[in-house]
């Protein structure tokens, strides 16, 4: 089991930047890959940024790439999605979650293990 909890959300300024942290617990993320997901009021979930945990590419929505970057923190059981220049259609709860598929990949039924969530609104 792996336990996944979220944090860094907040209210924000069109324009601004936040972090989002991904901490996991119990069996950490050990070879897993990892996704970023969002979920507005009324629209599916939707995958942000996921990657592979031992690999260096990465994949991003369009709608956010070059404004926001998935990465693995210091700590073996950290994940961070930096997120800059902020837009209001960027409001959603974010999740990360995890699988030990050995692929990156963007749909929501392939990750097994999902955090509670973290809302982030961008104001205009």
């Known amino acids: 089991q792996v336990q996944l909890v979220e944090s860094g959300g907040g209210l924000v300024q069109a324009g601004d930047s936040l972090r989002l942290s991904c901490t996991a617990s119990?069996?950490?993320?050990?070879?897993?890959?990892l996704g970023w997901f969002r979920q507005a009021p009324g629209r599916e979930r939707q995958c942000v940024a996921a990657?592979?945990?031992?690999?260096?590419?990465?994949y991003y929505l369009d709608s956010v790439k070059g404004r926001f970057t998935i990465a693995r923190g210091n700590a073996e059981n950290m994940v961070y999605l930096q997120m800059n220049s902020l837009k209001p259609d960027d409001t959603a709860v974010y999740y990360c979650?995890?699988?030990?598929?050995?692929?990156?990949?963007?749909?929501?039924?392939?990750?097994?293990?999902w955090g509670q969530g973290t809302q982030v609104t961008v104001s205009s």
């Open positions: 979650a995890t699988t030990t598929i050995g692929l990156i990949t963007v749909r929501a039924q392939d990750y097994e293990y």
């Open positions: 119990g069996r950490t993320f050990n070879g897993a890959s």
């Open positions: 990657f592979m945990l031992s690999g260096t590419s990465a």
